[in-house]
């Protein structure tokens, strides 16, 4: 039987730690036959879990007797015990599966084995990572990432998609869509972490000379802008306008307002029952067509996809 083993470290996040638990236990093969025997280690005999205190049943030395190992995010980002790191790099030399949830990434990451591969956290903490361990490929927008025997989710509710799809690579999708439904989830959901990070309006830099424009920029994106349009309106060249608006802003005046579009449009998706098409000319985009095009690339799923996970009800 193919054992799970999740590791527990002081600051584990429950809901993390619960997870793979609960997804994994309750896994079933067509024949009735429980799919995973899952236990749960910890360095120490007890481990601080924030609002309550756990007790693990087996020491590291259950690592290595693992096919799966699950890393469960952390509260704190602090120094990982070299005895979890020796261990963890003990396991994967010998094959062993490594997972992490949300910043569990971390405690990876410090082992060296996300060196030189694409890896995932929770999209709050992907800067901290990135700047942490440079020579790790952090992309914040997906659920998870798999490297073959190296894999990594972004937070809560992504460590799912990672338990199922391991499942489904484990036991094929028809074993997982049955965990799936025990889990009241979908087996793939669409989009990444995109959608569910909050786009908030193109900063605006306080007493900078631009400030009137990305004000005035703000408040007409819904019309159809051209560069020149918004040299006019500042009453400077297209190139120098391009000059400082990447010098004050980082980005030029067009990708800011494509961006300011997405941000009221998703606002129109949250709170109005407008057609999406309508919503398209509202926030200043000629064709339907390249707004979702332009959503979907920005926010990472679809505008109607957008709206049946954050409409008001």
């Known amino acids: 039987m193919h054992t799970v083993v999740v590791l527990a470290l002081d600051k584990v996040v429950p809901f993390d730690l619960a997870t793979p638990i609960e997804v994994f236990n309750r896994t079933r093969l067509p024949d009735g036959r429980a799919g995973y025997r899952v236990r749960v280690c910890g360095p120490t005999p007890v481990v601080d879990a924030g609002a ?7 020491g590291l030395e259950a690592l290595a007797e693992a096919d ?3 890393v469960p995010g952390r509260d704190e980002v602090g120094e990982v015990p070299v005895e979890v790191i020796d261990a963890l790099r003990a396991a994967a030399a010998t094959g062993t599966r490594l997972a992490s949830i949300c910043s569990g990434a971390f405690v990876l990451a410090a082992t060296g084995l996300l060196d030189g591969k694409r890896a995932t956290t929770h999209w709050a903490a992907a800067p901290q990572l990135a700047a942490l361990h440079p020579e790790v490929e952090v992309d914040p927008d997906v659920l998870y990432v798999d490297n073959g025997n190296i894999l990594t989710s972004a937070g809560a509710a992504a460590g799912l998609d990672l ?13 997982a869509a049955d965990a799936a439904r025990l889990s009241v989830m979908p087996l793939e959901r669409e989009g990444g972490q995109a959608q569910f990070i909050v786009h908030d309006q193109p900063p605006t830099p306080r007493g900078s000379v631009l400030e009137p424009l990305l004000r005035w920029l703000e ?14 309106h500042a ?5 120098t306008l391009n000059r400082r608006f990447r010098e004050q802003t980082g980005t030029s005046p067009l990708q800011w307002l494509l961006r300011a579009r997405i941000r009221q449009a998703q606002y129109l998706l949250e ?3 407008h057609g999406i098409d309508r919503i398209a000319g509202q926030v200043g985009f000629g064709s339907p067509t390249s707004f979702r095009d332009r959503f979907k690339r920005v926010v990472g799923t ?7 996970s954050f409409a008001r009800k």
């Open 52 to 58: 309550f205190t756990i007790k693990p049943q087996h």
């Open 68 to 70: 799966t190992i699950i």
């Open 163 to 175: 338990c199922l799809h391991l499942i489904r690579r484990d036991h094929g999708s028809a074993v």
């Open 219 to 232: 408040d007409n994106c819904a019309k159809d802008l051209t560069l020149d349009d918004i040299a006019a």
């Open 235 to 239: 009453g400077m060249s297209s190139r």
């Open 271 to 273: 709170v109005t029952d």
């Open 302 to 308: 679809s505008p109607q996809a957008y709206r049946g």
